[in-house]
């Protein structure tokens, strides 16, 4: 059953949907998945992006793959395609390796049932994981608020809301806790190019739900803080590792930078699928996606690709930093805000950091 804010859903039949996000804010497309190729496609041209929604969704290829043939081979076949659709959200990794893990405990002929269930699972999880950053984080925005006693102002960085995740979001999950709340948010948002997920979908996401926005180009961020016009600053991530250090889409890292000499908190809002626990050194370890030069040639418009560069010049396509996890003031995640230390993070999730 779809709910209205659903990026992904199945029917009774348990076909699988997608909302097709390289068409929004302009048009409302559904496109349906059937196999584990169909959703490797989705990922990779990005009709699904974020990290939690790659994730899953790639959960659910894995759960079509099962359906039609459910051997070993087939399975490692399609969770090899899977895996490399995207490189930087641990997330796809983190959901492959679960639906291997619970198909590999049962015979051929129970995979099919047993993929789905946990593909479900994690759907029904991530949903909860998401639901309790926004009160972690609404509690966080609630105490500017009582102190302030005027509107609040966060400022968040590329997309990190529903359309991110299954429900609610990461970063923007506290600012949809806070608004429910009566709170005064306004959100400053980063277009983010050059795919622009903060105005085309941030900006679409924010007026949906009735929370005042302004879209800012991706440089003015540093301005505004000067100028006390941003109260915190909430990003997603798409791995983090056990130390803190934050990886999230291009440009985060100056966004921090300019907080720290702002003394603007800088919070990054995760779920504990996003952290990579193999990981020490977020700058030397974390792969960074290198995408398509010719997203930065062209901006995506109502009517079709426009050109914004010389032909013929030169273009590079870094998609994601990493902010080091000093200049993160705090990581909140399903199970609270914490500092963004190994320390913490351990006390925090001793099941994951010990294991
Ligand atoms: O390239 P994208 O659109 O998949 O990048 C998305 C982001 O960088 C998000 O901030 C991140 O995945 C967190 S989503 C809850």
């Known amino acids: 059953v779809q709910h209205p804010r659903s990026t992904l859903w199945w029917s009774s ?32 041209t990005m009709q699904v992006r974020g990290a939690p929604l790659i994730g899953i969704t790639a959960a659910f290829g894995l759960a079509l793959q099962a359906r039609h043939q459910a051997d070993d081979a087939s399975l490692q076949r399609a969770a090899e ?13 983190w959901a492959l390796a679960r639906v291997m893990r619970a198909v590999e405990a049962v015979s051929t002929e129970e995979r099919a049932e047993r993929a789905w269930q946990q593909a479900v699972l994690m759907h029904d999880e991530e949903i909860l994981h998401c639901a309790r950053i926004g009160e972690h984080g609404g509690a966080l925005i609630a105490d500017i ?42 959100v400053w948002v980063d277009e983010t ?22 879209i800012v180009v991706d440089n003015a961020g540093g301005h505004l803080m000067q100028h006390g016009e941003v109260d915190l600053v909430i990003v997603g991530s798409d791995r983090t590792t056990r130390t803190g250090d934050v ?16 003394d603007v908190p800088f919070y990054a809002a995760l779920p504990s699928s996003t952290i990579d626990w193999s990981l020490c050194d977020g700058v030397r370890e974390i792969p960074i996606e ?18 914004v560069t010389p032909i013929d010049s030169i273009a590079a396509n870094y998609a994601f930093d990493v902010t080091p ?18 320390h913490s993070l351990a006390l925090a999730y001793p099941e994951f950091a010990h294991g």
């Open 13 to 44: 039949q348990r076909d699988v949907f997608i909302l097709d996000q390289t068409r929004l804010p302009f048009s409302i497309d559904t496109v349906p998945l059937c196999s584990a190729e169909d959703a490797a496609r989705a990922i990779e």
């Open 145 to 186: 608020a009582r102190n302030k006693r005027s509107r609040v102002h966060v400022l968040t960085h590329c997309n990190a809301g529903w359309l991110a995740t299954l429900r609610w979001g990461t970063a923007l999950a506290p600012i949809y806790h806070a608004h429910q709340q009566g709170i005064d948010v306004h």
């Open 247 to 262: 990886c999230n889409k291009i440009g985060t890292y100056l966004k921090a930078l300019a907080a720290k000499d702002n």
């Open 290 to 307: 290198e995408r398509d030069a010719n997203e930065v040639h062209f901006v995506a418009g109502e009517h079709g690709p426009a050109r």
């Open 81 to 93: 395609t899977l895996a490399h659709t995207r490189p930087t959200a641990i997330n796809l990794r």
């Open 325 to 342: 996890a000093r200049l993160v003031t705090g990581i909140i995640t399903e199970r609270g805000v914490h500092a963004a230390t190994e």
């Open 193 to 214: 190019r050059p795919r622009n997920q903060g105005a085309q979908l941030t900006a679409w996401e924010l007026q949906q739900a009735g929370v005042a926005c302004t």
